[in-house]
C-alpha cells in the first residue's frame, strides 16, 4: 500500500506516469523536461506562461531547474521495482497457481505470500526476509545457524556458534542490525556527497554552457561589425577608385585639347606648304626663263622663321601628371587605413532602458525596463505631451548624436512586431506617429513571417523567411548607416537604411501582439556562418 502510494506521488501531472528527467518551476511544482517543454511551447503564443498545477502566471517563459533529488528517487524506486519483478520469487505453499511472495523465513527456509505469511510462526527463530529464492544463504554454511553478527575483524557475517566456539570466538562483533545501520549511514553521507558533487558539477556545466553561449553570441557581434566594417570599406574603394580615374581623366583632357589645336594648325601648315611646293615645280617645269625670272616674292616660300616660332610653342612636351595621381591614389589609401583602424574596436552592447513616459498605455513594460508586451488592458497612464497616443509604441531613454552602437531584442513568436530608431522630433499622434511611416524614423518588421524595411511609409519585403527571434540594431552616425540583423544559427544582413543624420536617434519599439525584451549588458559580453 505504502509502495502505491509513493508510486503516485512520482507521477508527472501532465502525462501521469512516472517522471522523466524531472524539473521544477519557480512555483515548487515538478514534472517531466519534456511534458512541461511542451506546455510552455503551446502557451508562448499567449505571451504570458502559468503552471499546470497551480496556475500561477509569469510574465517570461520560466527557467526550468533540475530537481536532482527527485530524480535520485525516481531511479532508486524504479530499481526496487524492477528487482522486484525481476525476482520472481513466488509463495512456497501456492502449489495450484504462482502468487507473488512478500517475505521469506530463513528459518523455513521458504518464501510466503500474504496469506501464508499471516498463519506463519511468530517464534523467535524464524526470520523473515525480503522475498529470496535461496533462503538458505541466510544460514551460516558452518554451522547451519541463522546469521545474525557481523564481525568486524573480518568484515563478514556469522552465526552465534561461530561468536562464541568458532573462528571468530574473542572478535568484536556486531548484530546485523547494527552494522547494517552503521553503513547505511555511510552510505547515505556517500550518497550525499555523490549528491553534492554532482550539483557542482552540473553547476560547472551550465557555468560551461553559459561561456559557450556568450563565446557564440560574441562572434556574432564581431562577425557583424566585421561584415559592415569590410562594406564600409568597399565603398570607401569605390569612391577613391572614382575619385583617382576621376582625376587621370581630367588630365587626359586638359593635355589632349592643346595638342588637338596643334594638330589643327599643323594640318594647316601642311597645306600651305604642299601649295607652296606645288607652285615650286611649276616653276621649274617652265621653259621661258624670262616667266620663272619675273615671278614675284619667291623667297617667302621657304621662310623657316614662323616654323621656328612654332617648333617653339609646341605643346608635345608635356606629359601625365602621374606623381599627383599617385599622391591622391596613396591619399585615399591612407584615409582609408586609418579609418580602418579606429573601426576595428569591437564595442560592448549599449544597455538601453525603455522610457515608460512615452510608453503607449496598451504597452506593459517589465520592472527592469527591458521587455516590452501588448496588453488589452489600460495602464491608465498621465495624458503627456511624450507619450504616444494612438500606437502600441515605447522610446528608449538613452540617444545618440555621435559614434557607433549596436543592441539586440529578443522577440516572441508573433506575427507582427517593429523595432527601428527615430529622432526625438516624432509625432506622438496619428498614424503619422508610426515609426517607419515618416521621415523622422526607419524600422525594421516582421509580419505574416516575412521581413519588411520601411523609412517615409515606403516599404519593402525583404527576402527569406523572419526566422530569427533576435535582432541586432547597429549604428554608425557620422557615416549615416543604421543596419539591421537576424541571428539565428547564422548572422544575416537584413537591411540598411542611409542618411544623413540631423538630430540625435533613440531605439523605438512597436508591439501589436507579444512582447520584445532588451537583451541588456549582463547578457552580451561582446562586442557560424555568415548569410
Known amino acids: 500500500m505504502a509502495s502505491a502510494d509513493l508510486r503516485k506521488e512520482l507521477d508527472c501531472s501532465i502525462c501521469l506516469s512516472i517522471y522523466t528527467d524531472p524539473v521544477n ?40 531547474q533540475r530537481n536532482i533529488t527527485l530524480q535520485k528517487i525516481v531511479e532508486r524506486f524504479s530499481s526496487a521495482q524492477s528487482d522486484q519483478e525481476e525476482t520472481g520469487v513466488f509463495c512456497t505453499y501456492c502449489i495450484h497457481s504462482p502468487v507473488p511472495a512478500v517475505m521469506s523465513c530463513v528459518h523455513c527456509e521458504a518464501s510466503l505470500c500474504d496469506n501464508h505469511l499471516r498463519v506463519h510462526s511468530k517464534s523467535p527463530e524464524h526470520v523473515l526476509c525480503d522475498p529470496t529464492t535461496s533462503p538458505e544463504n541466510r544460514k551460516c554454511s558452518v ?166 616660332k612654332e617648333d617653339r610653342e609646341r605643346p608635345d612636351g608635356r606629359d601625365l601628371d602621374v606623381a599627383l595621381i599617385s599622391h591622391t591614389l596613396y591619399t585615399g589609401l591612407s584615409d582609408i587605413i586609418a579609418g580602418v583602424t579606429g573601426g576595428c574596436i ?36 498621465p495624458e503627456t505631451p511624450e507619450r504616444f497616443q494612438n500606437r502600441c509604441q515605447v522610446m528608449s531613454r538613452q540617444c545618440f548624436s555621435s559614434g557607433r552602437h549596436y543592441w539586440e531584442v529578443e522577440v516572441s513568436k508573433s506575427e507582427r512586431w517593429d523595432v527601428g530608431m527615430c529622432y526625438p522630433s516624432i509625432d506622438r499622434r496619428g498614424w503619422q506617429s508610426g515609426i517607419g511611416y515618416n521621415n523622422k524614423s526607419w524600422v525594421l518588421l516582421r509580419h505574416n513571417n516575412q521581413w519588411g524595411a520601411v523609412h517615409v511609409k515606403k516599404g519593402i519585403l525583404l527576402p527569406g523567411n523572419a526566422s530569427s527571434n533576435r535582432v541586432r540594431i547597429y549604428l554608425d552616425y557620422e557615416a549615416g548607416r543604421l543596419s539591421f540583423y537576424g541571428f539565428s544559427n547564422s548572422i544575416r544582413h537584413l537591411r540598411t537604411f542611409t542618411a544623413n543624420f540631423t538630430e540625435p536617434l533613440h531605439a523605438a519599439l512597436h508591439v501589436e501582439e507579444g512582447s520584445i525584451k532588451i537583451c541588456g549588458r549582463s547578457n552580451q559580453e561582446m562586442g557560424d556562418n555568415i548569410m
Not at 38 to 56: D, F, M, N, W
Not at 245 to 255: A, I, M, N, S, Y
Not at 362 to 381: A, C, F
Request: hydrophobic letters at 30%; a negative charge; proline letters at 2%.
Open 346 to 381: 569591437i564595442q560592448e552592447a549599449t544597455d538601453i532602458l525603455l522610457d515608460i513616459n512615452t510608453a503607449s498605455n496598451y504597452l506593459h513594460i517589465s520592472d527592469d525596463i527591458k521587455i516590452v508586451s501588448w496588453s488589452d488592458i489600460s495602464q491608465n497612464r
Open 143 to 308: 554451522h547451519k545457524k541463522i546469521l545474525e553478527y557481523y564481525c568486524l575483524a573480518n568484515a563478514t557475517c556469522i552465526c552465534v556458534s561461530c561468536k562464541v566456539e568458532g573462528d571468530h570466538q574473542g572478535h568484536k562483533v556486531e548484530t546485523l542490525v547494527e552494522a547494517s545501520e552503521k553503513k547505511k549511514q555511510k552510505l547515505r553521507n556517500d550518497l550525499q556527497e555523490l549528491i553534492t558533487k554532482t550539483e557542482e558539477t552540473e553547476k560547472e556545466v551550465q557555468r560551461l554552457q553559459e561561456n559557450k553561449r556568450k563565446v557564440h553570441e560574441k562572434s556574432f557581434g564581431i562577425a557583424a561589425t566585421v561584415i559592415g566594417l569590410f562594406r564600409d570599406i568597399r565603398r570607401q574603394l569605390d569612391d577613391l577608385e572614382k575619385r583617382v580615374l576621376r582625376e587621370v581623366w581630367r588630365q587626359k583632357e586638359e593635355l589632349s585639347l592643346p595638342l588637338a589645336d596643334f594638330i589643327q594648325q599643323l594640318e594647316v601648315k601642311k597645306a600651305e606648304l604642299s601649295r607652296k611646293m606645288c607652285h615650286i615645280e611649276e616653276l621649274c617645269n617652265m621653259t621661258d626663263p624670262l616667266t620663272v625670272l619675273q615671278e614675284s616674292h619667291t623667297g617667302d616660300l621657304c621662310d623657316t622663321e614662323e616654323g621656328d
Open 25 to 64: 518551476l519557480r512555483c515548487g511544482h515538478n514534472f517531466c523536461r519534456l511534458c512541461i517543454d511542451q506546455v510552455l511551447e503551446t502557451q508562448e503564443g499567449a505571451g504570458v506562461y502559468s503552471c499546470p498545477e497551480c496556475r500561477k502566471r509569469f510574465q517570461e517563459r520560466p527557467a526550468l
